[in-house]
């Protein structure tokens, strides 16, 4: 089914997801990859506030190419989401409701993401040029030392997905 949906990622919204929806997002998300993931990791540590809320908001597992002349962003791919398992069950914990990136998910992820009422979105791998063009503004908020991982906060319109993973557990790559 096509869905069209605005953020807020709000909790009522994700339970109305099913595994296998096509899914147009317009709103904010923010990028962040291994070394942004990382480092909001250890700042919960040490008791620090992470830079943006998490709550109701969707992570993009994205490290854009830098921008040509006249462009907003480079190439906005996803990269591959195993990658930052280890640091997403906190975050869901902390009312992160949804993910884009590309390839399965881990055991505890998935638990995590069905205790939260989260959902994990694929992005095509490969199009990063075509998805890129739904980005509308791009702004570095958090991390500027890591250059292409630090945190963006991205306008998208229409941003095209697939629910991988649904709130309910139920894994199209199953």
Known sequence: MEKHINTPLTKDKVINLEAGDYVYITGIIYSARDAAHKRMF??????????????????????????????????????????????????????????????????????????????????????????SKCIKESR???????GTEAIHELYVEKFPVIVAIDSKGKNLYE
Request: net charge negative; no cysteine; proline share 5%.
């Open 42 to 131: 250890e700042e919960l540590i040490s008791g620090k506030d992470l830079p943006f809320s998490i709550k109701d908001n969707i992570i993009y597992y994205m490290g854009p190419s830098p921008a040509r002349n006249g462009q907003i962003i480079g190439s906005a791919g996803p990269t591959t989401s195993s990658r930052m398992d280890r640091y997403t069950p906190e975050l869901l914990d902390l009312g992160l409701s949804g993910m884009v990136g590309k390839g399965t998910r881990g055991s505890e992820v998935i638990a995590s993401m069905i205790k939260n009422k989260a959902v994990y979105f694929a992005a095509t791998g490969g199009a990063g040029a075509l998805l």
């Open 140 to 146: 570095v908020i958090a991390y500027d030392e890591l």
